[in-house]
């Protein structure tokens, strides 16, 4: 069975400075893709960035970027210049690559401060 | 806005009743996922339909039920309600199963279900 694991329940950063989410998950496939999700104060889950675990190359979407470590299973989250809009709960996902379901993590509330 | 519409927004009702949720996925969307986020157990897959049938199974109570309609839209049955089922109930969509090729999931805004 794969878990995810995000160790930080709650952060909190100032606006534009740098900030990074970790999460180590464990499986014993070879192919899968891993997410991170962003819950607003709205309940909308939106996707953020998606990474494919045969691709060594980090995903990267504007601000966002990750650094996966596949033989760690690692996958942490780095968001640079944050924003008051970046305040919200985020979820580290992982899914088959043949899959169906998600599993997320517990969630990491980041509050970006003024 | 995904695509992906869930009525109602909010349901209230009282223990041991039984509610419907109901899921519209976007237009073409074969697949049908429904999530339960709660405080105790966090976001967790309940099941997924496909075309009309059921394709996956994960942690959902035998209290509970789904299934999808001919014309793609689903319904998730929750019967003999308790407090624990107090919940956030999401649906996703996306166009296949994702077995062959990613099919991302496109999520639906929830439905938030309160039992008392």
């Known amino acids: 069975a794969q878990t995810v694991t995000q160790s930080q329940p709650e952060m909190s950063v100032q606006e534009a400075e740098t900030v990074t989410l970790s999460c180590t998950y464990d499986?014993?496939?070879?192919?899968?893709?891993l997410f991170w999700y962003k819950q607003p104060p709205s309940r909308q889950m939106i996707l953020v960035i998606r990474q494919e675990a045969y691709k060594q190359q980090n995903a990267t979407e504007n601000r966002f970027s990750v650094n996966f470590q596949k033989a760690a299973k690692s996958f942490s989250l780095k968001i640079s210049d944050s924003q008051l809009g970046d305040t919200a709960m985020y979820f580290c996902?992982?899914?088959?690559?043949?899959?169906?379901?998600?599993?997320f993590g517990k969630g990491t509330r980041l509050h970006i401060l003024p | 806005d995904s695509g992906v519409t869930q009525t109602p927004k909010h349901l209230i009702t009282a223990t041991g009743q039984r509610v419907t949720l109901r899921c519209s996925p976007r237009?073409?969307?074969?697949?049908v996922y429904w999530y339960q986020q709660s405080l105790d157990q966090g976001l967790q897959f309940l099941i997924q339909?496909?075309?009309?049938?059921?394709?996956a199974k994960g942690n959902i109570l035998e209290r509970f039920s789904a299934q999808q309609f001919p014309d793609l839209h689903s319904e998730l049955n929750l019967s003999s309600l308790e407090l624990g089922d107090s919940a956030l109930y999401f649906c996703a969509s996306s166009v296949s199963t994702g077995w062959s090729s990613y099919n991302e999931q496109f999520f639906g805004p929830g439905t938030r279900l309160t039992v008392l």
């Open positions: 996902a992982f899914m088959k690559h043949d899959g169906d379901k998600i599993i």
């Open positions: 237009s073409g969307d074969l697949s």
């Open positions: 339909y496909y075309n009309g049938e059921e394709r």
């Open positions: 499986t014993s496939e070879n192919n899968y893709y």
